[in-house]
T-cell receptor
Framework: TQLLEQSPQFLSIQEGENLTVYCNSSSVFSSLQWYRQEPGEGPVLLVTVVTGGEVKKLKRLTFQFGDARKDSSLHITAAQPGDTGLYLCAGNTGGFKTIFGAGTRLFVKA | EPEVTQTPSHQVTQMGQEVILRCVPISNHLYFYWYRQILGQKVEFLVSFYNNEISEKSEIFDDQFSVERPDGSNFTLKIRSTKLEDSAMYFC??????????????FGEGSRLTVL
């Protein structure tokens, strides 16, 4: 069974702090995506990483794909209250199925 | 900006009743998916659909579930005889490319199904 483990499950920080959330698996992924989900809404894609060791930046968000393509991290610099939400990683191992981790719920206090 | 639309946004049904959830994927997308999310739990894959047939399904997607693309725009999920445990948010998604081509999923807002 393919699993994506995300940590931490919950994170509450002050505005302006930096944070990193992790996504780990024992499986190798052909691609890995990060989504953000607001309550009662569908996930919204943030980024896709495909190459081992790849780093992508999206404003204050930095995404890294592990060299072995089994893990990924999301780093947020100077978090803002607008960053509050559920961050999901999702991966594909080569079929038509993309699996999701359980998510990291981030709360940024003003 | 093109988006995936789903109807209804919320449906309440009695156990044993049939339910049809509807989705209009993004028009130039070729791959379609249904996912579900039980309250407080992870997003779970149900089924993928390409070229008018199921390309992959999960163990959740048993004989009570079916999908159809009845015309050029709609993609439906039918649950024949709903159970209490079918209560969840059901998300439709579509992608232009397949998953192995890093096809990025675009999700709808979801249909909340409540089975009483």
């Amino acid at each position: 069974t393919q699993l994506l483990e995300q940590s931490p499950q919950f994170l509450s920080i002050q505005e302006g702090e930096n944070l990193t959330v992790y996504c780990n698996s024992s499986s190798v992924f052909s691609s890995l995506q990060w989504y953000r989900q607001e309550p009662g809404e569908g996930p919204v894609l943030l980024v896709t990483v495909v190459t081992g060791g790849e780093v992508k930046k999206l404003k204050r968000l930095t995404f890294q794909f592990g060299d072995a393509r089994k893990d990924s991290s999301l780093h947020i610099t100077a978090a803002q209250p607008g960053d509050t939400g559920l961050y999901l990683c999702a991966g594909n191992t080569g079929g038509f199925k993309t699996i999701f981790g359980a998510g990291t719920r981030l709360f940024v206090k003003a | 900006e093109p988006e995936v639309t789903q109807t209804p946004s919320h449906q309440v049904t009695q156990m044993g009743q049939e339910v049809i959830l509807r989705c209009v994927p993004i028009s130039n997308h070729l791959y379609f998916y249904w996912y579900r999310q039980i309250l407080g739990q992870k997003v779970e894959f149900l089924v993928s659909f390409y070229n008018n047939e199921i390309s992959e399904k999960s163990e959740i997607f048993d004989d009570q579930f079916s999908v159809e693309r009845p015309d050029g725009s709609n993609f439906t999920l039918k649950i024949r005889s709903t159970k209490l445990e079918d209560s969840a948010m059901y998300f439709c998604a579509s992608s232009e490319l397949g998953p192995t081509n890093t096809g990025e999923l675009f999700f709808g807002e979801g249909s909340r199904l409540t089975v009483l």
